[in-house]
């Protein structure tokens, strides 16, 4: 009778297999720490370490939580609900409105200039031969040739001085502005001892005007220019009688203080 023999179990080896699911559970500590120290100060770079643990942890580095953050900047904008202004352009705003009151101001006081030399052109009969209009250039008066000059002449008629010297007086003003003095032509050629062009003649026709005014002890010459643009700047048709008529004269410009913003 054959004996049976018996497996002896060796005692002296322990099962082990519990620490796998021990491991599983410190693992799950650790990240309930890392979440309750992210959640005492959550920032934007807080959060963005916390997305990196919980991905490697639970799915490789490759989930839902793996998206670009907001700056801080940004949340800021959208708790106001508004998108933040450079401070540049808040200031180049700024100055672009100051410049638009300040040029409406200048444009008020041109139209009380105006009405006064309106009134004067009404008071000599002179509407016939003077003209004023307000543009964004400034308050120009236009005064025809034939008030203050013979045809082909650029000296004043001494009958029309006082013409040129009571439009001094309307230019003075506190605190002063520049002016601009231009003589006009029409296109019909000249050429004399004393011009040899319609640009000469403009020249010194806008040259005596200013001259005149500028005995006007209140005026500062300092703030007056002139110029001659010859028959290149018509205001009419050449064709006609009456159209040369109206280019042959002198304009009185006088400039805003402030410019619109471009």
Known sequence: MSRRRKKKHDDSHIDESWLIPYADLLTLVLALFIVLFAAS???AQKFQ????????????????MDYPQPSP?????KTHGLKQADPVDQQAQTEIEKKEQLHKLDQEELKQIQVKINQYIQQKGLKEKFDTSLTDEGLL?????????????????????NVAQEVSDLLVMDPPRNVIISG??????IHTSKFESNWELSVMRAVNFMKIMLHNDKLDARWFSAKGF???KPI??????????????????????HSLPE
């Open 41 to 43: 100060s959550v920032d």
């Open 49 to 64: 370490m916390l997305s990196n643990v919980f991905n490697d942890i639970f799915i490789g580095g490759e989930g839902v």
């Open 73 to 77: 900047e940004d949340d800021t904008a």
């Open 236 to 257: 009419a048709s050449n064709a006609t009688p009456a159209g040369r008529s109206k280019n042959r004269r002198v304009e009185v410009l006088i400039l805003p203080r």
């Open 184 to 189: 006009h032509t029409d296109n019909v050629p």
């Open 141 to 161: 008066l236009t005064i025809r040739d034939n008030v203050l000059f013979n045809s082909g002449q650029a000296e004043i008629r001494s009958s029309d001085i």
């Open 230 to 232: 010859g028959e290149f």
